[in-house]
C-alpha cells in the first residue's frame, strides 16, 4: 500500500512517499499552505497512487493539543471531507530529528549552513512517515 506523508507548518506542508512493501519513506518536495492546499494534497495523493495520508500531529511537549495542533486537525478534517483516508502521528520533535539527518548527525559549526526550509519540512514529512511505516511493520 502506497502512503503520503505530511509535515504541516504555517507556510508550507512538507510531503514524503512511502510502501508497505518496502517499509521506506522518501521526501518529494513541499506544497504552500496556502487556500488550495488540499486540492495539492489530493492531487498529489492521486498521482502518486496513495491509498492513506499520514499527518503529523504537533502536541505540545506535555501532550496536550494546542493551537497549532488545533489548525493541523481542521486541516486533517478537510482531507476527509476531500475524500482522503487520513491518519495521525505525534510529531513531536520531528523537524530537530530532520535536522539533525539533513546534517549527517553533525552539530552545525562555523561555516556550515541550516538546510533550506523547503528541505527540512520534507525531510519532517519523512520522519513522520517513517514511523508510521516502521510501527506498521511491528504490529
Do not use: C, H
Not at 36 to 53: C, F, M, T
Amino acid at each position: 500500500m502506497r502512503a503520503l506523508g505530511l509535515d504541516i507548518g504555517e507556510r508550507r506542508i512538507g510531503v514524503a512517499s512511502g510502501d508497505t512493501d518496502t517499509g521506506i519513506a522518501v521526501p518529494t518536495g513541499v506544497i504552500e499552505n496556502s487556500t488550495d492546499a488540499v486540492v495539492d494534497v489530493l492531487r498529489e495523493a492521486q498521482a502518486r497512487d496513495a491509498a492513506v495520508v499520514i499527518v503529523g500531529m504537533p502536541y505540545s511537549m506535555s501532550g496536550r493539543v494546542g493551537p497549532q495542533a488545533q489548525v493541523v486537525q481542521e486541516f486533517v478534517w478537510r482531507l476527509e471531507e476531500a475524500g482522503l483516508e487520513v491518519e495521525t502521528v505525534d510529531e513531536r520533535l520531528s523537524s530537530s530529528e530532520a535536522e539533525r539527518a539533513l546534517a549527517g548527525g553533525r552539530v552545525r559549526g562555523r561555516g556550515r549552513r541550516k538546510p533550506e526550509r523547503g528541505a527540512v519540512d520534507a525531510a519532517a514529512a519523512v520522519v513522520i512517515l517513517q514511523a508510521w511505516l516502521d510501527r506498521r511493520r511491528r504490529d
